[in-house]
């Protein structure tokens, strides 16, 4: 298969601008480590020289390129924020769910404390574990998951009252010794 006017250009410019190009994208995410503004230019070039064939005649190549590359950061900032937004999330139902074992309202927990309950979830079987995360981390309803997986929530409820009784157990277990 040959390749078209598209392509050529697109390649050419690529070799012959990736410092730019990556001194672009470090000006535009100036906290990002090296190997992401490489990811972003890599991503952009996949998916431009792979969708070449579609494109009308591209007269301005750097336009084209660098509008590409702006879009990619754009969705690469907007990515970095929900997962920040995700990990705040989850460090406060973490301390909800130590409220459940330690009985605590002040959040005045260790991190030790928190990263001994991460650890004692993270030694839960498959089941058990799902069901905590899915509730008490990810927010889920019951009737959420019981459409996602099939299983009755009955058995939901049943399966988190085991294991937050195991998680329990086995605080206390560890505190005591």
């Known amino acids: 298969m040959s390749e078209t006017e598209n392509s050529i250009k697109l390649s050419a410019f690529f070799g012959r601008e990736y410092d730019r190009l990556k001194s672009y994208v470090h000006s535009k995410i100036t906290d990002s480590a090296d190997r992401d503004a490489e990811d972003i230019i890599q991503d952009v070039a996949l998916k431009l020289l792979s969708g070449a064939d579609n494109y009308s005649p591209i007269n301005n190549v750097a336009g084209f390129v660098y509008h590409s590359i702006r879009n990619k950061i754009i969705d690469t900032i907007r990515t970095t924020k929900q997962k920040t937004n995700i990990q705040d999330e989850s460090e406060s139902r973490l301390v909800e769910l130590a409220e459940l074992f330690y009985g605590r309202s002040d959040n005045s927990y260790s991190e030790q404390m928190k990263h001994e309950l991460v650890r004692t979830i993270s ?21 959420e ?28 277990k560890d505190i005591s010794t």
């Open 145 to 172: 998951l019981s459409l996602e997986t099939g299983i009755p929530e009955g058995t939901l409820m049943s399966r988190r009252h085991r294991a937050l009784s195991i998680l329990n157990k086995q605080l206390k």
């Open 123 to 143: 030694k839960l079987k498959p089941h058990y574990k799902q069901i905590i995360i899915a509730v008490d981390f990810e927010g889920f309803s019951y009737r």
